[in-house]
């Protein structure tokens, strides 16, 4: 009975180095309700001058002034909820990178018998068996090379989430930027009309006018109205997006300033698009992913020779006649065979392959898309930045000449108008190609910095 107390005592040292400790979901802190405090911007600062990323480089922030779109981005990075949780998953692939390097354990089987017959000189019986898995070792290598290409697709896959969330912050920051400026101009022109509208009230009142122009003064002043009403939706919305990026609580208001990326002046999409396939983290991890399968099917494909236990013996039997001895058990390929997990394997390295292939196609696609939007802008761009120059001189003669009496508020309020709605565009296509830059450079997988011509 000693070896059953030894063996018993052995399993529960080898055991003893495990331990359960429970993590209740009632033990998660109150969620944050605050503003950003000055401890919480220290560790900011401190994170995001060490912050490791293979397409972010560290920043130095500085909460005193107006927060850039790149310095947003980074904060994006270190704070967002959701890219806490995948994070979460990092761990996970180390752990089975860990348990794929382990060599099986032995299986040990005990037996006793104790003889019931009363016969002299028999003794208690017992069988003492050890055993393991051959074939557990011959796949061990492949089993490592599954898990390390998967941690490698866990990461590229968590860096490129947060690649994404970064620009998506950044692009957030723009346009916070330039509808601040719209709802600006539309506040001044909404000024203007008000003003304008008033002072038709006393000329209609004098009889100076008729009521059908005081009516189109008021329509004016109106549209005027809404057009600032709803711009200032859409800034709210672009604010809220922006925290939400960030996850800060709603009552955030972090003040964004402008610094719009520079892209180099001629694009060549297919340049672009070789750029995307070497440095685009999604691709890198898909490329992670189908290297993991490929290793499955080779390890499926091991597997499909018979399974080997070795084992050596001791036993004693009632007539206390001791042996000792091996034993070799192996399962025969003759109904399974692996096969099905091989058709398994084979068929889910083909989905990886035309997903893959899928995801290069997209790329393509919609990096020639962004590429021909920016064209299209900057073709746009281009007469108004031209046209404002001689219409902003020609609205200060004619305020001049509303003051002189010489224009009448109508025709003022022509040039005025028409003077808004070329800002007002400009503003918006400059708006727009910034966020398809923002967009570009995410397609494309790599900041442009990166990609610029060394001078």
């Given at each position: 009975m000693r070896i059953y107390v030894f063996l018993f005592a052995l399993a529960n040292m080898v055991s003893g180095c495990v331990t359960y400790q429970p993590k209740p979901l009632s033990e998660i802190p109150p969620l944050p309700d605050a503003v950003l405090s000055e401890s919480d911007k220290t560790m900011l600062v401190s994170k995001a001058e060490q912050i490791r990323h293979p397409r972010i480089a560290p920043i130095t922030l500085d909460f005193s002034r107006p927060l850039t779109g790149d310095e947003l981005a980074v904060i994006a990075v270190l704070i967002n909820p959701d890219l806490k949780a995948l994070r979460a998953k990092e761990g996970v692939a180390e752990a089975q990178v860990f348990d794929a390097g382990l060599l099986p354990d032995p299986q040990l089987a005990l037996g006793l018998s104790l003889p019931t017959s009363r016969q002299p000189g028999l003794v208690n019986a017992y069988n003492l068996g050890l055993n393991w898995d051959i074939l557990s070792l011959i796949t061990r290598r492949a089993s490592e090379r599954i898990a390390v290409a998967k941690l490698s697709a866990v990461r590229n896959d968590v860096a490129w989430n947060e690649w994404m969330i970064a620009n998506h912050a950044w692009l957030l920051a723009e346009r916070v930027t330039y509808l601040q400026i719209q709802e600006r101009l539309a506040?001044?022109?909404?000024?203007?009309?008000a003003q304008l509208c008033e002072i038709s009230r006393h000329n209609l009142q004098r009889h100076d006018i008729k009521i059908d122009e005081f009516a189109l003064r008021q329509v004016a002043y109106l549209d005027a109205q809404d057009r600032t009403l709803a711009l200032t939706r859409e800034l709210e919305k672009a604010r809220q997006e922006l925290n939400q990026d960030?996850?800060?609580p709603p009552s955030e208001r972090l003040v964004v300033a402008a610094r719009p990326i520079s892209v180099r002046p001629h694009l060549d999409a297919q340049a672009l698009f070789d750029t995307a396939r070497d440095q685009r983290l999604d691709l890198i991890a898909l490329r992670a992913g189908y290297a993991a399968q490929e290793n499955q099917l080779y390890k499926d494909l091991l597997a499909r020779f018979p399974q080997i236990n070795l084992g050596l013996n001791r036993a004693r039997d009632t007539g206390d006649v001791t042996t000792i001895g091996f034993s070799i058990s192996m399962t025969?390929?003759?109904?399974?065979?692996n096969r099905g997990t091989i058709a398994v394997a084979r068929a889910t390295r083909e989905q990886l392959y035309v997903e893959y292939l899928a995801r290069l196609y997209k790329t393509r696609a919609d990096i020639a898309a962004l590429v021909a939007?920016?064209?299209?802008?900057?073709?746009?761009?281009?007469?108004?930045?031209?046209?404002?120059p001689e219409l902003q001189r020609a609205e200060q003669r004619m305020r001049g000449g509303v003051d002189s009496g010489d224009v009448t508020l109508i025709n003022y309020e022509t040039v005025r108008a028409s003077l808004l709605d070329k800002?007002?565009?400009?503003?918006?296509?400059?708006?727009?190609?910034s966020e398809e830059r923002i967009a570009l450079q995410l397609a494309t997988g790599a900041p442009w910095r990166s990609q610029e011509s060394p001078r």
């Amino acid at each position: 009975m000693r070896i059953y107390v030894f063996l018993f005592a052995l399993a529960n040292m080898v055991s003893g180095c495990v331990t359960y400790q429970p993590k209740p979901l009632s033990e998660i802190p109150p969620l944050p309700d605050a503003v950003l405090s000055e401890s919480d911007k220290t560790m900011l600062v401190s994170k995001a001058e060490q912050i490791r990323h293979p397409r972010i480089a560290p920043i130095t922030l500085d909460f005193s002034r107006p927060l850039t779109g790149d310095e947003l981005a980074v904060i994006a990075v270190l704070i967002n909820p959701d890219l806490k949780a995948l994070r979460a998953k990092e761990g996970v692939a180390e752990a089975q990178v860990f348990d794929a390097g382990l060599l099986p354990d032995p299986q040990l089987a005990l037996g006793l018998s104790l003889p019931t017959s009363r016969q002299p000189g028999l003794v208690n019986a017992y069988n003492l068996g050890l055993n393991w898995d051959i074939l557990s070792l011959i796949t061990r290598r492949a089993s490592e090379r599954i898990a390390v290409a998967k941690l490698s697709a866990v990461r590229n896959d968590v860096a490129w989430n947060e690649w994404m969330i970064a620009n998506h912050a950044w692009l957030l920051a723009e346009r916070v930027t330039y509808l601040q400026i719209q709802e600006r101009l539309a506040r001044d022109a909404a000024a203007t009309a008000a003003q304008l509208c008033e002072i038709s009230r006393h000329n209609l009142q004098r009889h100076d006018i008729k009521i059908d122009e005081f009516a189109l003064r008021q329509v004016a002043y109106l549209d005027a109205q809404d057009r600032t009403l709803a711009l200032t939706r859409e800034l709210e919305k672009a604010r809220q997006e922006l925290n939400q990026d960030l996850g800060l609580p709603p009552s955030e208001r972090l003040v964004v300033a402008a610094r719009p990326i520079s892209v180099r002046p001629h694009l060549d999409a297919q340049a672009l698009f070789d750029t995307a396939r070497d440095q685009r983290l999604d691709l890198i991890a898909l490329r992670a992913g189908y290297a993991a399968q490929e290793n499955q099917l080779y390890k499926d494909l091991l597997a499909r020779f018979p399974q080997i236990n070795l084992g050596l013996n001791r036993a004693r039997d009632t007539g206390d006649v001791t042996t000792i001895g091996f034993s070799i058990s192996m399962t025969l390929p003759v109904f399974n065979g692996n096969r099905g997990t091989i058709a398994v394997a084979r068929a889910t390295r083909e989905q990886l392959y035309v997903e893959y292939l899928a995801r290069l196609y997209k790329t393509r696609a919609d990096i020639a898309a962004l590429v021909a939007d920016l064209e299209r802008i900057d073709r746009e761009m281009v007469p108004l930045q031209n046209q404002l120059p001689e219409l902003q001189r020609a609205e200060q003669r004619m305020r001049g000449g509303v003051d002189s009496g010489d224009v009448t508020l109508i025709n003022y309020e022509t040039v005025r108008a028409s003077l808004l709605d070329k800002r007002l565009k400009l503003s918006s296509l400059e708006q727009a190609a910034s966020e398809e830059r923002i967009a570009l450079q995410l397609a494309t997988g790599a900041p442009w910095r990166s990609q610029e011509s060394p001078r």
